[in-house]
């Protein structure tokens, strides 16, 4: 409900100010096919409040109710039965009358589709039936010159400020699109690439080097014993570590490196251009810095890495050897003692 309640004040505020351009543009062709007409004092009274008062009331009323997006529509309605009496009031003057249908339909088309069209069509008849009941039905065909310049702004200014609107809802939900495309590609957690979206990225990566023949390192990374640190003091402080690791992949690593949450305590990473041995002692430095990390809460934990690296080579057939190079590495890492930078020729960076 709340968040239907946003919705509705957002709808409102973007109905308010082509609704107060569009009752006085309206107002306009009204007066000169109404002034020839022997009409009594209160229908121009109801002009003024529909041309002047009208919009400032219909937003208030919106805003304030329970569901503003349901008083929205309601004024929407509202707006077509005014329509559809004045259109029998100036007895079905043509010119004045296509601009004021077509205007308000075009509306409840942008606003609400075939349902709001059919219930504002709805309301367009009811409102030229009340008219007829107090005026009789006639038809004055004649159209004037005054009613031609008078109906000129509303065909042109209404439709720029409807057009307008449309251009801002395209860039917001254009806005909208792309955060949740990135968002799609993010874990939650720590900020980076997720499982799939890294997976996609080491694709690409391995084909462009194929292509262009040129080289790029990946590396496996696992926190060791992360289900013991979970175990021993909680998941909260579990994701803390999570997130410490994330920060420190941030820190050291380049703006062209690709770094993800491959998975659990698992994290990966896409060093293009990038020889084994350099991103060896890139992996090494970041390795001894999260060594270092001491929560405050809790000054006795102890949190160490494991990773393995591999380079590419011409001969893989595809991403996934690539990757199992990598997966081998890090196992090796952790099967001679965890806490070390492993290569994929299974040479040991360093041990401590």
């Known amino acids: 409900m709340e968040n239907r309640q946003g919705k509705g004040l957002s709808f409102a505020r973007r109905i308010y100010r082509p609704r107060i351009i569009g009752a006085a543009m309206c107002s306009i062709g009204v007066i000169a096919a109404l002034y020839p007409l022997a009409m009594p004092g209160w229908v121009w009274a109801l002009l003024l409040f529909n041309g002047v008062v009208w919009p400032h009331l219909a937003y208030q009323w919106a805003a304030h109710s329970k569901v503003p997006y349901d008083g929205e529509q309601r004024n929407l309605v509202y707006d077509a039965l005014f329509s559809g009496f004045w259109v029998a009031t100036l007895q079905f003057t043509p010119l004045t009358s296509v601009t004021l249908l077509s205007m308000v339909s075009m509306n409840n088309v942008a606003a609400g589709g075939k349902r709001l069209l059919i219930r504002g069509a709805l309301a367009q008849l009811f409102g030229a039936g009340v008219a007829v009941l107090l005026f009789g039905l006639h038809f004055n065909p004649s159209v004037g010159l005054v009613q031609v310049y008078a109906c000129l702004p509303m065909l042109t200014l209404y439709p720029m400020a409807i057009g307008m609107v449309c251009y801002q809802l395209a860039i917001n939900l254009s806005a909208h699109k792309r955060t949740l495309s990135a968002l799609s590609r993010i874990d939650s957690l720590t900020g980076l690439l997720n499982h799939g979206s890294w997976k996609d990225l080491l694709h690409l990566t391995f084909h462009k080097c194929r292509q262009q023949q040129s080289h790029a390192t990946i590396a496996l990374i696992d926190i060791d014993h992360f289900k013991q640190i979970n175990d021993t003091h909680g998941h909260i402080v579990g994701d803390a570590v999570l997130r410490q690791l994330s920060l420190e992949l941030r820190r050291n690593l380049g703006n062209n490196d690709l770094a993800g949450r491959y998975g659990g305590d698992e994290f990966c990473v896409i060093l293009p251009q990038m020889h084994q041995e350099e991103a060896a002692r890139i992996m090494e430095r970041m390795r001894e810095k999260f060594s270092n990390y001491r929560?405050?809460?809790?000054?006795?934990?102890?949190?160490?890495?494991?990773?393995?690296?591999?380079?590419?080579?011409?001969?893989?057939?595809?991403?996934?050897?690539?990757?199992?190079?990598?997966?081998?590495?890090?196992?090796?890492?952790?099967?001679?003692?965890?806490?070390?930078?492993?290569?994929?020729?299974?040479?040991?960076?360093?041990?401590?």
């Open 295 to 352: 929560p405050a809460h809790i000054p006795e934990l102890r949190v160490s890495l494991s990773i393995g690296l591999a380079d590419f080579h011409p001969s893989f057939t595809d991403a996934a050897m690539w990757l199992n190079a990598a997966d081998r590495a890090l196992y090796a890492a952790k099967d001679t003692g965890r806490n070390r930078v492993n290569l994929s020729e299974k040479k040991v960076v360093h041990c401590s």
